[in-house]
């Protein structure tokens, strides 16, 4: 009798978009290991940049029980969830490789790196995928480069130019002054920091302040 195939799943999101849910990844890859007759070996999520290794506790985790043998396959969303370089992907499949066991791609089913031709354009994927951010950073860099070179403003727009403030800030002031709120909550209330606040209470006069 063939023995099941125990599958770890893996998926990552970026804390730099909050809008981002790993639920998003994770059914795909539940009803993928269902389709396929594996055993679920775990769920192991991380909310990081991928070159953050210190906070992927998960991704660390999977690869202990990988070197452990109490998984034979790991299973993500996609290669660029699990790897932060072309080397870190190079270095962590020989690893695998040693310990028998195999790495599969939701989202890039040709990935397979447990035969020859799968690994070969794994290799090819990741090395592709690090071009591809170095690009974007690249362009990133050059636009913030140039709007700096012709004044304009980079990131979000100060809080009291922000749409409808200085109604907002009345009405907290309002209610702060009464001793109806705290400050902390008056700082959520405008989606500012502490600091921020402070420095609105303490600009002169009832007028919103400009900064």
Request: with cysteine; hydrophobic share 40%.
């Amino acid at each position: 009798m063939t023995a099941l195939v125990r599958a770890g799943i893996y998926a990552r999101v970026s804390t730099a978009d909050k809008e981002q849910d790993p639920e998003t990844q994770l059914i795909p890859l539940r009803e993928f290991v269902v389709a396929q007759g594996w055993q679920p070996a775990g769920e192991f999520v991380d909310q990081a940049p991928a070159t953050d290794l210190p906070h992927r506790k998960a991704w660390r985790e999977l690869l202990d029980l990988a070197a452990k043998r109490k998984v034979d396959l790991l299973l993500v969303w996609r290669m660029d969830r699990a790897f932060r370089s072309v080397l870190d992907a190079a270095t962590t499949l020989e690893r695998l490789r040693r310990w028998g066991v195999g790495l599969r791609s939701y989202s890039e089913p040709w990935l397979d790196t447990t035969s020859p031709f799968g690994e070969a354009l794994f290799h090819i994927t990741v090395a592709y995928a690090q071009l591809e951010r170095g690009i974007l950073a690249e362009r990133t860099k050059a636009g913030m480069d140039r709007a700096k070179r012709q004044g304009k403003r980079i990131g979000r727009p100060p809080v009291t130019a922000r749409p409808g403030f200085a109604q907002r800030w009345a009405a907290v002031r309002a209610d702060l002054e009464a001793g109806h709120i705290s400050r902390s909550e008056a700082a959520r209330r405008l989606d500012c920091g502490y600091a921020t606040l402070l420095r609105l209470l303490e600009a002169p006069g009832k007028e919103t302040p400009v900064f």
